[in-house]
């Protein structure tokens, strides 16, 4: 049974534009959500990261959204660059000792 | 900081041969997660340690794998037999509070 439930599978944005990558659990015990992004060849590589007890964290062009009621957690990029062109997964967590995956998200960022 | 790294880098041995994969965690932390990547089940975690002590293997597909830790600075992922469908990207990780940090992977291929 998948623990975090991600989507869309792949996304196709124009450079400039938003990302928005979704993300979904069940868990209510889970205490921490990071994003990672993944490039060709590369390990997954911590993005950003929030916690249960706020509703929205901001680092540069990249946002977190988090609804704890309807355990629902996205990312957003603003002004998305071919530079962000990678895999994205979303996770979650108890006491960052499991972490469960989401499945996936390649951004593609069009010039 | 070197970061996690894991050795080799890519692996292609015939069907029936044993595989060792090495990881060394980044100095100083304290838990260690073996994940094994593919394109039909995204990131699963296989086994993780805490302080070189196996806490849940229950990720772990069959008796042909194995995972050892003898020391804070090296573990290794076993594969004894190995079959084609073992063909997948195996990545370590390490943590020390929260963020896990991954190594680039081992890409295995098996014929």
């Known amino acids: 049974q998948q623990q975090v439930k991600q989507s869309p599978q792949s996304l196709i944005v124009q450079k400039g534009g938003i990302s928005i990558i979704n993300c979904a659990y069940e868990n209510t015990a889970f205490d921490y959500f990071p994003w990672y992004q993944q490039f060709p060849g590369k390990g997954p590589a911590l993005l950003i990261a929030i916690r249960p007890d706020v509703s929205e964290k901001k680092e540069g062009r990249f946002t977190i959204s988090f609804n704890k009621s309807a355990k629902q957690f996205s990312l957003h990029i603003m002004d998305s660059q071919p530079g962000d062109s990678a895999t994205y997964f979303c996770a979650a967590s108890i006491n960052s000792n499991q972490f469960y995956f989401g499945t996936g998200t390649s951004l593609t960022v069009i010039p | 900081d070197a970061g996690v790294i894991q050795s080799p880098r890519h692996e292609v041995t015939e069907m029936g041969q044993e595989v060792t994969l090495r990881c060394k965690p980044i100095s100083g932390h304290n838990s260690l997660f073996w994940y094994r990547q593919t394109m039909m089940r995204g990131l699963e975690l296989l086994i993780y340690f805490n302080n070189n002590v196996p806490i849940d293997d229950s990720g772990m597909p069959e008796d042909r794998f194995s995972a050892k830790m003898p020391n804070a600075s090296f573990s290794t992922l076993k594969i004894q037999p190995s079959e084609p469908r073992d063909s997948a990207v195996y990545f370590c990780?390490?943590?020390?509070?929260?963020?896990?940090?991954f190594g680039n992977g081992t890409r295995l291929t098996v014929t």
């Open positions: 990780a390490s943590r020390e509070n929260s963020p896990l940090h």
